[in-house]
T-cell receptor
Framework: AQTVTQSQPEMSVQEAETVTLSCTYD???????LFWYKQPPSRQMILVIR??????QNATENRFSVNFQKAAKSFSLKISDSQLGDTAMYFC???????????????FGQGTILTVHP | DGGITQSPKYLFRKEGQNVTLSCEQN?????MYWYRQDPGQGLRLIYY???????QKGDIAEGYSVSREKKESFPLTVTSAQKNPTAFYLC???????????FGPGTRLTVT
């Protein structure tokens, strides 16, 4: 079974600064997908960014980018020019592309609470 | 507007009662999921359904039941056998295997 670990329960950053959230995962699969989701105080889960394991290029979405290190099984999220609206809990998630019982199942990390200070 | 709806937003029940949480989607997605979220923990998968009339247990299915009679609907019943039912419940759907999951707004269930 896959596991996802977020080792930082809480992080804080000043507005306009850059912050990096860590995520590591464990899998024996070679082809899979990784996601970062954001859960603001409203508790609505919002997709931030996704990465396909077969792509070497790191995904980028505006101020959000990832550092995907497949060999190290690491998938960190960098938020540049942090804004007050970035305050949320961030979840790293792993999606298996294998068949069988893992098909279509997302495995989530424990989450990191990010607070952006003015 | 396409999306996932969950109702109600807050639900209160007495211990020993079964309760059903609603999840409806108009995204024409085949797969649907139910998660439970507790304070300080990530999301844990309760049940999922890849197609109508078929569903599989997730990691914490004990005390829960589901049905998938229609593509749009995936209701979750929290039975009296669930020892600790108070939690935030999230429903999600997905179009295809490589696609991300889209989440509903969630239902906060409190059992006293």
């Amino acid at each position: 079974a896959q596991t996802v670990t977020q080792s930082q329960p809480e992080m804080s950053v000043q507005e306009a600064e850059t912050v990096t959230l860590s995520c590591t995962y464990d899998t024996s699969e070679n082809n899979y997908y990784l996601f970062w989701y954001k859960q603001p105080p409203s508790r609505q889960m919002i997709l931030v960014i996704r990465q396909e394991a077969y792509k070497q290029q790191n995904a980028t979405e505006n101020r959000f980018s990832v550092n995907f290190q497949k060999a190290a099984k690491s998938f960190s999220l960098k938020i540049s020019d942090s804004q007050l609206g970035d305050t949320a809990m961030y979840f790293c998630a792993f999606l298996s592309n294998a068949g069988g019982t893992s098909y279509g199942k997302l495995t989530f990390g424990q989450g990191t609470i990010l607070t952006v200070h003015p | 507007d396409g999306g996932i709806t969950q109702s109600p937003k807050y639900l209160f029940r007495k211990e020993g009662q079964n309760v059903t949480l609603s999840c409806e989607q108009n995204l024409n997605h085949d797969a649907m999921y139910w998660y439970r979220q507790d304070p300080g923990q990530g999301l844990r998968l309760i049940y999922y359904s890849q197609i109508v009339n078929d569903f599989q247990k997730g990691d914490i299915a004990e005390g829960y039941s589901v049905s998938r009679e229609k593509k749009e609907s995936f209701p979750l019943t929290v039975t009296s056998a669930q020892k600790n039912p108070t939690a935030f419940y999230l429903c999600a759907s997905r179009r295809g295997q490589a696609d991300e999951q889209y989440f509903g707004p969630g239902t906060r269930l409190t059992v006293t």
